[in-house]
């Protein structure tokens, strides 16, 4: 198992949609923003990525996410992006400072109620089977992680594998 890390990114909607504390905003100076990080990844340890928690106008902002996807970087930390946004540049920008990258092909838990969420994981699936792979985002709700592991023991049986982010990273470091 890998765990990744959400970080609270401005929303378009900021401050009536506030992610919480400690926001990186683009309206924050580079080194606001990496203190802000900084906090964040303080919180604990052994994490492999950092996700956006929320974050449509940050990930769009070229000159507030370079120095963000730079410092993942520096720290050997993969960027996986939630898929909500289709303005995101961190796509490019990780591919330029050779920061492994994910985009999450959806959302599992916008709500958290069971029966939707193995509805959004047999949609996953269908998706996994016409790419070869997918990635699901969800928070460690109880229902979500309930609901996933029961899924996970039914899906291996119909062929499904489920791997660690890492695995299906683009690392621009190995070509």
Known sequence: HEIVMQVP??????????PGRNTLTVSAS????????HWALSRTTNYTG???YMGARFSA??????????????RGLAYIDDGSSSRSVA????????????????????????????????SLEATARAK??????????????????????????????????SAVAIDPQKG
């Open 91 to 122: 796509p490019d920008l990780a591919l330029k400072d050779g920061v492994p990258f994910v985009a999450g092909d959806m959302a599992i838990d916008a709500v958290q109620d069971r029966g939707e969420i193995l509805k959004k994981l047999d």
């Open 9 to 18: 990114l401005e929303p378009f909607d900021y401050p009536n949609v506030n």
């Open 132 to 165: 070869g792979s997918a990635v699901g985002i969800g928070s460690a709700f109880d229902i979500t992680v309930d609901t996933v592991t029961s899924w996970i023991t039914e899906a291996k049986k119909r062929g499904i594998e489920i791997v660690p982010i």
């Open 30 to 37: 580079p080194d606001e923003n990496l203190k802000s990080l």
């Open 61 to 74: 902002d070229a000159s507030a996410m370079q120095p963000f996807i730079a410092e993942l970087g520096k």
């Open 50 to 52: 950092v996700m956006n």
